[in-house]
């Protein structure tokens, strides 16, 4: 079931049934989902289904950036992650002293609406101390670690 709101954010439709290969791609350096489907090339599919708006799943938010019509029976919708609060989110100075990536990536999502996943299994502490740093790029940095 996808839920599809336009470019200020209001709701436009639920798209549950006539929907065909449905991906979700995972971007291993910012945990990052990307989603692809295909819809059926109808006109009511063809307005609410345009670049830039937005779409949800039942766990995740994402923009649609590229929409194909190659045979006029199917569309195809490339959506990237609804990440502009992480990339709006900038430090003046981030300092996390001998904390557990885990909790570094918490702190780095907690005044964001994004939904990223992060599994620090065997890592141990760390530190991470930097000046006028986004988020995303804190993020990508623990992630690396």
């Not at 639920?14 to 989603?35: C, F, M, P, Q, R």
């Not at 065997?122 to 995303?136: F, H, S, V, Y």
Request: proline share 1%; net charge negative.
């Amino acid at each position: 079931m996808i839920k599809v709101y336009d470019t200020e954010h209001n709701f436009l439709a639920l798209l549950d049934s006539n929907l065909k290969d449905v991906h979700t791609i995972e971007t291993l350096d910012a945990g990052t989902k990307s989603l692809r489907f295909k819809a059926i090339c109808n006109d009511y599919n063809l307005e609410i289904l345009q670049e830039e708006n937005y779409v949800e799943t039942k766990d995740y938010s994402y923009v649609i950036k590229e929409i194909l019509n190659e045979d006029n029976k199917y569309i195809q919708v490339f959506c990237s992650p609804n990440i502009e609060s992480l990339q709006g989110s900038l430090f003046q100075y981030f300092d996390c002293l001998d904390m557990n990536p885990q909790s570094i990536y918490e702190y780095c999502l907690r005044n964001t609406d994004c939904q990223l996943e992060y599994n620090s299994e065997n890592r141990t502490m760390m530190t991470k101390q930097e000046a006028n740093i986004i988020a995303l790029d804190a993020i990508k940095d623990v992630r690396a670690y």
